[in-house]
Nanobody, 124 residues
């Protein structure tokens, strides 16, 4: 069983940056592909980024490409989401997720474990 805890959310002005962290416990972290998703009020949960267990392969939603970067530190059992040039439309609760696979899927349903989320609010 893998437990995931997100941190690093907060309030930031448009154009600013935040770095989200997702710390994992239980399981062998390096066996899991990781993903970030987000859900804005009244909207569906959307894919943001994902990374393979080695970190060698990443995927991004078109809306964040060039602004967000997903990385992982297997020694620290943590995955990160560096968010730059933030926009008000990035406001959402951000969730991390894990799946025991080297393939890093973009569908939330493909992941076996999910965190509780961290709020990101971008003011205009």
């Amino acid at each position: 069983q893998v437990q995931l805890v997100e941190s690093g959310g907060g309030l930031v002005q448009a154009g600013g940056s935040l770095r989200l962290s997702c710390a994992a416990s239980g399981g062998t972290f390096s066996n899991y592909a990781m993903g970030w998703f987000r859900q804005a009020p009244g909207k569906e949960r959307d894919f943001v980024a994902s990374i393979s267990w080695s970190g060698g392969r990443t995927s991004y939603a078109n809306s964040v490409k060039g602004r967000f970067t997903i990385t992982r530190d297997n020694a620290k059992k943590t995955v990160y989401l560096q968010m730059n040039s933030l926009k008000p439309e990035d406001t959402a609760v951000y969730f991390c997720a894990a799946v025991a696979s080297n393939y890093n899927p973009t569908a939330y349903s493909a992941y076996d474990y999910r965190g509780q989320g961290t709020q990101v609010t971008v003011s205009s």
